[in-house]
Each structure stands twice: as C-alpha cells, then as structure tokens.
C-alpha cells in the first residue's frame, strides 16, 4: 500500500492509513549533523525534568505552609465574633462558644488528610503540621476561655457544692431557764 493513501477497503471512507512498509532510512540510521549529540540532548532532558522535580517539591512546600498558617486567619475572625457576642449566656453566644471549639477539634482529626496531597520525599511536612496543631490548639484556647466567661466552666467552689457533705455542726443550742 502506498503511503498516505486512503484505505478503501476497511469500510471507512476518509481513512488514511500511516504506517511506512517502505524499505527507506528511518530517521535513527542517519548520522547526527557535526556539534549535535543525543547523549547532550537525554543529559538536558534529565536536568531539566530534575529543575522540574525540584520546582514541583518547591511549590508543594509553599502550599503545604500556605495550609498550616490558614487558621492564624480564622483566629481573628472567631475572637473577633466572640467578642461581639458578648459575656452572657444566650443561644447565640453559645452557639459561636461551641463553633470555636468544635472547629479545632475537626482541624486537628484530620491534620493527615490535609496534608496529604502535599506528601513529598522532598518536601518535610513536619513544621507545617507543627505549626497548623499549634494555632488550631490555640483556636481550642480561645473557645475555652469563652465558655470560662460565659460561665460555663466549673471552675469555682460553688459550682461542686452539690457534691460536697454537709458540714460537721460545731455547737449546739438546747433550751434554757427563762429569766424572769
């Protein structure tokens, strides 16, 4: 069959079939012209696919600090709807109370899931990690500290009285001589 002719007998009209049956030099039997050689060409290929690599494990470090410090944003925007919700026990206050708690406690469940995608054997995942159990252990901080203002928290005597004796009876009172 001649080369680029159309197949008529496959069943397809506009079919072109590529292949080269002729008995020609291919390509790899001609010589290389004078200053070029392929062992260069493979040598920049693989520098280039290494910058490539290190590029790829640059970028993955970057996004992976990009992840950990995403909760220092969230900190100001719930200390801030914290504030706003005041000092005293009422739904709303308790419903952001417990959304700041709750938040970090999610983040730090799942810090492998998050970090996953930027699994490396040149990226070291260790500070991000570090860094992002670290503000969302803050994060926990600040949603504890609103349930000790809203007075949540048993932190005072009075708050374990149900679970204290009765106090011992040091004197005793009985009836007397009416003086008159």
């Not at 590529?18 to 290389?32: E, G, K, L, V, Y």
């Not at 719930?78 to 406690?105: D, K, R």
């Amino acid at each position: 069959m001649d080369k680029g002719k159309a197949v008529m007998g496959s069943g397809r009209r506009w079919a072109v079939d590529f292949t080269d049956n002729s008995t020609s030099h291919s390509s790899r039997d001609i010589p290389d012209p004078p200053g070029f050689t392929r062992a260069s060409q493979e040598q920049d290929d693989s520098a280039v696919s290494k910058q490539k690599k290190d590029a790829e494990a640059n970028w993955k470090s970057q996004k992976a600090w990009e992840v950990a410090q995403a909760p220092f944003k969230n900190l100001f925007m719930m200390a801030f709807m914290m504030w706003m919700a005041g000092s005293t026990v009422h739904l709303f206050s308790i419903g952001i109370t417990f959304s700041a708690l709750l938040q970090p406690v999610n983040a730090l469940r799942t810090v492998g899931k998050v970090f996953e995608p930027y699994k490396d054997n040149k990226v070291d995942l260790l500070g991000p990690k570090l860094v992002f159990i670290a503000l969302n252990l803050v994060g926990l901080g600040f949603g504890v500290w609103k349930l000790n203002t809203l007075g949540l928290l048993p932190t005072h005597v009075s708050d374990w009285v149900s679970s204290l004796p009765p106090p011992q009876e040091v004197e005793y009172c009985g009836g007397g001589i009416p003086l008159n």
